[in-house]
């Protein structure tokens, strides 16, 4: 990436596991820092990433992110070893919504350390659990943000990294992005995350509308060049793969393009 920001590839965890398979190959060839995928209800996303860990070596392997609320921290730590993810590798994301999110994720965190030696990434959407990620989590996951706001949100988690005298967390971001016709599917996705009242106050604050936060572009080099806007906002953009069709070929093209 020109930027000079580290990149990371994420794909819905629901897509076939061929897709997962040849994604994470790649990911790997081109030199790409880390493999992710999502945990959307019923698909069980560590369960999808150990497509990703069977054909790969060096990348880190991610999971963005678990819900706390649906999911406790014993049934995590079961599913992590049912699937023999390595601990090394491992991003092991976990959030929450409210009520009690503050709580369940620093209870959630600490459960889960106690347990496995693997690095724990915090989703952080608002100040206080930006501020909380500073104080518990060895990375926090932005999703649906403006470069300028991510900084903002950097200096949150800072700033209770500072008071929790621990070492700044690495600073992920999820953009999505789409090439060409896929650029219909990506409003779509921005329109349901709009109708989650969280988010669309997320979207309020920042003045956005959701897919001002992704990238559509009509050719590889657009993408490269709307990717410069991250450099310094985050430690390592994460590039949410939005495709027309779900096929091998376009997960193929998107991976390639950012390379």
Request: proline residues 6%; aromatic residues 6%; contains cysteine.
């Amino acid at each position: 990436m020109a930027t000079g920001t580290a990149k990371g590839f994420a794909v819905f965890a629901g897509v076939a596991p061929e897709i997962i398979r040849a994604s994470a190959r790649e990911a790997e060839a081109l030199g790409y820092s880390s493999f992710w995928v999502n945990h959307p209800g019923p698909v069980d996303g560590l369960g999808s990433l150990a497509h990703a860990a069977a054909e790969s070596r060096r990348l880190d392997l991610g999971v963005g992110v678990i819900p706390l609320h649906t999911r406790g921290p014993e049934s995590i730590i079961e599913g992590v070893r049912q699937h023999a993810l390595a601990p090394a590798r491992l991003l092991l994301g976990v959030g929450s919504p409210n009520p009690e999110a503050l709580k369940r994720v620093r209870d959630g965190v600490a459960a889960i350390r106690a347990k496995l030696s693997t690095r724990v990434i915090v989703a952080a959407l608002g100040p206080k659990m930006c501020q909380l990620a500073g104080e518990v989590a060895d990375g926090v996951l932005f999703n649906w943000l403006t470069p300028e706001y991510a900084k903002r949100s950097a200096e949150l988690v800072r700033a209770g990294a500072e008071a929790a005298r621990r070492p700044m967390p690495r600073l992920y971001a999820y953009v999505r992005v789409a090439l060409g016709p896929a650029a219909e599917r990506l409003a779509d996705e921005g329109g349901r995350y709009d109708a989650i009242p969280a988010y669309h106050a997320h979207f309020v604050k920042m003045g956005v509308k959701p897919v001002d936060t992704a990238i559509a572009a009509t050719s590889p080099d657009g993408i490269k060049q709307a990717l410069k806007a991250w450099a310094g906002a985050v430690d390592e953009v994460v590039l949410r793969a939005i495709t027309a069709k779900d096929t091998v070929e376009e997960h193929l093209a998107l991976v390639r393009a950012a390379s």
